[in-house]
Structures are given as structure tokens and as C-alpha cells.
């Protein structure tokens, strides 16, 4: 499966932004999808997961209540909502792919990997 990620920009402390990430047909529907993130000099970090229906969605804690997870099969295609942004936020945000059931956290339990997309947040 081949990943592209999508809708990353400069944005203010408080702004929203959605992220996208669009999937090849093959076998999208298969996959648990995640999102991750990664600030320069640190590791990449958990940000939300969910199952390949959907029906599970999992969230790191300072994504709770900001950020919303949301796929459609039938579009080949994943969503970030992102609520009230902080600077702390900045980060490249990738999107990946795990052929394993549920919404896995581990960014070494997925198999496929976007090239990922820049958010950047000003105070």
C-alpha cells in the first residue's frame, strides 16, 4: 500500500488544520491506519490510531479532546482533525499502515509509512 499525506502548513497557536492521508485501493480496507508525529531532534511519537472498519479509535493523551480520527474505506483515505494547536505541536506528521488487528501505538508495528507532511505552529 502506498501512502501520501496531505494538508500540512503554517498555522497559529489556537488554529485548526485537517491532515489527510490517501491510500492505494489495494487492500486499504485491510489495514489498521495511525498517526504519527516527529519534531526535530526527538522520536517519531504516537498520535492517534484506528482499526481498519474504524470502529476503534485511540488517541495519545495530548491528542484527546483536540484531535479527531476518521477514515472512509470507500475513499481510500484517512483524517486528522486538529483542534486548538500548539506550538508543541510542530512536527512532521506521518501517516502509516499496519496489516495487524486493531489501533496499534507502536510506530514499530506498522508497515507502511507516508512521506509526511509539515505542521508548523506559531505562538
Known amino acids: 500500500i502506498q501512502l501520501t499525506e496531505s494538508g500540512g502548513g503554517l498555522v497559529q497557536s489556537g488554529d485548526s488544520l485537517t491532515l489527510s492521508c490517501a491510500g492505494s485501493p489495494s487492500s486499504f480496507s485491510s489495514y489498521a491506519m495511525g498517526w504519527f508525529r516527529q519534531a526535530p531532534g526527538k522520536e517519531r511519537e504516537f498520535v492517534a490510531a484506528?482499526?481498519?472498519?474504524?470502529?476503534?479509535?485511540t488517541y495519545a493523551n495530548f491528542a484527546k479532546g483536540r484531535f479527531t480520527i476518521s477514515r472512509d474505506n470507500t475513499k481510500y483515505a484517512m483524517w486528522l482533525q486538529m483542534n486548538s494547536l500548539k506550538p508543541d505541536d510542530t512536527g512532521v506528521y506521518y501517516c502509516g499502515a499496519d496489516d495487524h488487528n486493531g489501533a496499534p501505538r507502536r510506530a514499530y508495528e506498522y508497515d507502511y509509512w507516508g512521506q509526511g507532511t509539515q505542521v508548523t505552529v506559531s505562538s
Open positions: 484506528t482499526s481498519w472498519d474504524g470502529g476503534i479509535a
